[in-house]
């Protein structure tokens, strides 16, 4: 378009979770009239895993692919005759509803599951004008019905080290296995050093476990999402330690409807000893949600609104004069969750595709993509920020 036209997808928010409506409004500004076939729009969403293995004449590539949404809207013209768009400043209001079984948004290392809005001008013989806006679709994993995520967590693991006969002994306690982002997840360690082998730290990690599905294989990968090390005085005999770390920004476990990724966490307790010998490591799988457990521990109010989060900037035109409409704070769509306070929405930079789709495009179709991170909820707990050994 000209330098001083404007074709722009201005979303009511970024984030939407399946089965609402997406609403937003698209912005066309002409300094004079064209001659079009039609302008409409997009709903997109996919999923698409792709790696290669190999080199030059042997490299093979493996790739999967699923379509969770696909709708068009004809917002003007009837796609066959010509029709003029005058000139000056047209704003057409969109909602699409969004089906129920969409899987959240991800971006990783092979694979990514990404959502978007097109609004294409068709015009005769000529480039079609191309705007598109990225978003977040966040898909509900309740962890109240999910039987796993209230189960207390006690897991043991022993060591006994060359040159010594008794072992080092180590087991972890959690009150449950269910765990939101913003929550504090509270570890009461029991060691039973017998040996001489000293224990210096233990070492808390938490991983992504993740598996790319192909159609004839699959790659499996950890990601570390979040490390603390905990420093342990006079690492011989009994002791008793309580580590508390909290859960960043992260897409909910299992990534449910998507078939081609698989998402797990994994969080690993290990006792870093003194001299040449190998640490005791105790893994432990957890369950990540977007609905907390509510008879273990309820949010707080007092959240950031999505225009208060750190880094995040309406997608609207700098160079136009008018000002983005606030953005609404998002609520999990049901009517069970009257009680729970809002989250904030907060990006993940603990991992990263590494060719990510543009967020926001306006061109003639040959603009490159900008990078996206999907959002997702976090919420406020009274423990919050507590990183302690005791």
């Known amino acids: 378009m000209g330098l001083k036209d404007r074709f722009e997808i201005v979303l009511n928010s970024p984030v939407y979770y399946a089965g609402q409506s997406m609403t937003g409004k698209l912005i066309v500004e002409l300094k004079k009239p064209k001659k079009i076939k039609g302008l409409y729009l997009k709903y997109f ?11 030059g004449t042997t490299m093979v590539s493996h790739s999967n692919l699923e379509i969770y949404l696909m709708q068009y809207q004809l917002v003007c013209g009837n796609e066959t005759d010509e029709y003029k768009l ?46 598109k806006q990225s978003l977040t679709i966040v ?6 019905r999910c039987s796993l995520a209230a189960m207390p967590v006690e ?35 029991l060691l039973s050093n017998e040996s001489e082998v000293l224990v210096k730290s233990l070492e808390a990690t938490l991983k992504q476990k993740v598996v790319f599905h192909a159609i004839r294989k699959s790659s499996p990968m950890k ?14 005999g009994n002791k008793e330690l309580h580590l508390n770390f909290q859960v960043p920004a992260l897409p909910p476990s299992f990534l449910q409807f ?12 290990k006792a870093k000893v003194s001299g040449c010998h190998r640490s005791l490591k105790l893994p432990i799988e957890v369950i990540i949600g977007n609905i907390p457990l509510m008879a273990y521990e309820m949010p707080i109010s007092g ?14 035109n700098q160079l136009s004069n008018s000002q983005p409409p606030p953005y609404t704070v998002i609520f999990p769509p ?57």
Request: net charge negative; proline share 9%.
């Open 86 to 131: 005058t000139e000056g400043r047209h704003v057409f209001e969109f909602n699409c509803q969004l089906p129920p079984d969409l899987p959240s948004s991800f971006e990783g290392h092979f694979g990514r599951i990404s959502y978007s809005v097109k609004a294409i001008i068709d015009r005769p013989l000529k480039n079609d004008y191309v705007a």
């Open 334 to 390: 049901s009517v069970e969750y009257g009680d729970l306070p809002p989250p904030s929405y907060e990006e993940s930079t603990r991992y990263g595709s590494l060719n990510r789709e543009g967020s926001q495009e306006a061109s003639n179709g040959n603009a490159e993509a900008r990078e996206f991170s999907p959002l997702y909820p976090v919420y406020r707990f009274e423990t919050a920020r507590v990183q302690t050994v005791g």
């Open 223 to 236: 990601v570390f999402v979040f490390k603390n090390e905990y420093p342990v005085e006079d690492g011989i």
């Open 139 to 144: 898909s509900i994993f309740d962890l109240n």
């Open 258 to 269: 998507c078939s081609i990724i698989d998402l797990r966490y994994q969080l690993n307790v």
């Open 45 to 55: 969403g996919k999923g698409y895993v792709h790696w290669n293995e190999g080199w």
């Open 303 to 316: 959240n950031q609104t999505l225009c208060d989060v750190p880094g995040l900037s309406p997608p609207y």
């Open 155 to 189: 897991e043991r693991s022993s060591k006994t080290f060359w040159g010594h006969s008794k072992p080092l002994n180590m087991s972890v306690n959690i009150p449950v296995r269910g765990f939101v982002p913003g929550q504090v997840i509270p570890m009461k360690v």
